[in-house]
């Protein structure tokens, strides 16, 4: 090869060069990577993420979102804390637990205005009240807050904690058991199937968390913009979903085999009919900084917080557009 073509090659080859960098350098920039660690599989509780990642608006926002699931007995916290994952999916009590830890998490968003725990009995159990839980067996997740909460209030002496297998089977077998669930997700697919049940809400004994969107210290501090822009499209991302559900669910039950339409129907009703995303005067995403005091006062009365500290430091508002 002489060396006039060489020089030729290589000046062309620096020419293309320059141009991608212009054209770089005129467009778009690049998207900002980020992760989020869901609570459990893709479902309709945690749909308004999947809604702004199918329909574009964390793209739009500049952001490339990776969302991945959690199985049963895995822990959120701990990897969103150690910078595994941006963001998570919890819940306002474990959040405020976790801090009071010295676990640097902070609460950037309010991904469900309540948490949807309660109890499910048959429609026939002697059980209409928590106080009716005494001398009984209840299938759950042993240690959560509001077991503690619902013990110490009802004086629940001789109440028997047995562990939640995460299967309908027990449940439909026995018409006397007694299970932790999901309003939003075991009572409705019961009844859809014809069984006939009630729920107790954990909400309505005043254990009220919020569903958590958490991030940590360190990532907050270091890329706020990219925490706003984040919050900013999941809230729209939720709005989308309520409204228009269709091509969400179809990604959902690509994720996720084991979900139906039918379930991912009968929660969203449950997310609207409760109010679980929004309510009147509550716009979605809220946080309300007394509704954080009440937890962090319960969860100090019950000594799962075992030192006072400032609360506050668990969670901001600061990322949430007001309505």
């Known amino acids: 090869m002489s060396s006039k073509r060489l020089r030729l090659i290589k000046s062309c080859i620096l020419s293309l060069t320059l141009l991608v960098g212009i054209s770089n350098a005129l467009g778009d920039p690049p998207s900002k990577k980020v992760t989020l660690l869901l609570d459990w599989y893709p479902e309709a509780e945690n749909a308004g993420y999947f809604y702004a990642l199918t329909h574009g608006l964390y793209a739009r926002a500049g952001l490339e979102v990776r969302i991945s699931p959690i199985g049963p007995n895995a822990s959120v916290e701990p990897q969103v804390a ?91 077998r026995d018409p006397n058991y007694i299970q932790q669930c999901f ?53 729209a991302g939720w709005r989308g979903y309520l409204a228009d559900p269709a091509s969400t669910d179809s990604e959902i039950l690509r994720r996720n085999p084991a979900m139906s339409a039918i379930q991912l129907e009968l929660s969203r009703k449950v997310l609207l009919e409760y109010h679980l995303v929004e309510g009147p005067g509550i716009a979605p995403g809220s946080l309300d900084p007394e509704r954080m005091r009440n937890q962090y006062k319960i969860l100090r009365t019950l000594d799962i917080i075992h030192a006072d500290y400032d609360y506050r430091i668990a969670f901001t508002t600061r990322f949430i557009s007001q309505p």
């Open 82 to 172: 150690l910078g595994k994952y941006d963001f998570g999916l919890g819940s306002s009590d474990q959040v405020l637990i976790a801090r009071s830890r010295g676990v640097p998490l902070v609460m950037v968003m309010g991904s469900l205005q309540h948490d949807p725990v309660g109890v499910m009995v048959h429609d026939g159990s002697p059980v209409h009240t928590f106080a009716d839980l005494e001398g009984r067996t209840v299938a759950a997740q042993p240690g959560l807050p509001w077991i503690l909460y619902v013990a110490k209030k009802y004086q629940l002496r001789n109440i028997r904690i047995i562990p939640l297998s995460f299967d309908y089977a027990p449940f439909l």
């Open 183 to 235: 309003i939003t997700s075991e009572p409705p697919i019961m009844e859809h199937i014809g069984v006939k049940v009630r729920t107790l809400w954990v909400k309505d004994s005043g254990c009220d968390a919020y569903m958590a969107l958490e991030s940590s210290d360190r990532f907050v501090a270091a890329h706020p913009d990219v925490v706003r822009a984040f919050v900013a499209a999941s809230i």
